[in-house]
């Protein structure tokens, strides 16, 4: 549970899960030592509080490394019950300690993703960004002339294992300080391959990132 980054890639190797077993006093069946098994990490990130920060150094690994197969997130939705605070009437979640008991494990509990009507929390937003199912990097073109428009490629890697990314649209906005100067869209993306990359030329107007023109 709750391995380092390090310590993941090491349990990637015959050799660190055989010490990793070793440490837990635990060996494998006779005839079977010398291949690897696939690493699932049944807790590796605890979304209490401010957490899950550093989700994506751990994703990186798994997505470089054969055999890890990712993990699972202590827990999906904090463990609060719906309760008025009798002075005010205002509504919170409570968890120990807010019913008078003596004996609690105070917010222990309020560990999840989402707030227990399952809003969700920041961090959500986060593990959704690690996980998403698709990967993108834009480039431009250089050499444009200054009044003409700008063209750039935006490459998608499609991270399905069984499903090509055709299915996916990709839609796109240009701010300036958070105000909006354009934005765009394209149909489906072509018929990625699970696993590969496709490139997407997008387009923006003369004058759109200040009149210059590549860059």
């Given at each position: ?50 957490s ?42 409570a ?17 999840g ?9 920041p ?39 069984f ?44 004058g759109?990132?200040?009149g210059?023109?590549?860059?």
């Open positions: 549970m709750y391995p380092s980054v390090e310590k993941l890639r090491s349990m990637a190797t015959l050799e660190g899960q055989i010490a990793a077993n070793t440490e837990i006093g635990r060996t494998w069946p006779r005839g079977t030592h010398s291949h690897t098994r696939p690493v699932i990490m049944c807790e590796y990130a605890h979304a209490m509080g401010n899950t920060g550093n989700l994506d150094e751990y994703w990186r690994l798994i997505r470089a490394t054969e055999g890890l197969q990712g993990g699972f997130i202590w827990d999906w939705m904090d463990q609060g019950l719906l309760k008025a605070d009798p002075a005010t009437g205002k509504e919170f979640w968890y120990g300690g807010d019913y008078g008991e003596s004996v609690h494990d105070a917010n222990f509990n309020i560990n993703l989402c707030f227990p009507d399952q809003t969700p929390h961090a959500m937003a986060h593990v959704k960004y690690v996980y998403a199912p698709a990967a993108i990097s834009l480039s431009w073109a250089t050499g444009a002339p200054a009044t003409g428009p700008l063209r750039g490629t935006v490459r998608v890697t499609n991270r399905y294992d499903l090509a990314a055709s299915h996916l649209t990709l839609s796109w906005k240009l701010e300036d300080d958070g105000v909006p100067i354009t934005a765009g869209a394209t149909g489906p993306l072509p018929a990625c391959p699970p696993g590969g990359t496709c490139d997407v030329p997008i387009e923006l107007p003369p759109a990132c200040g210059g023109g590549g860059g």
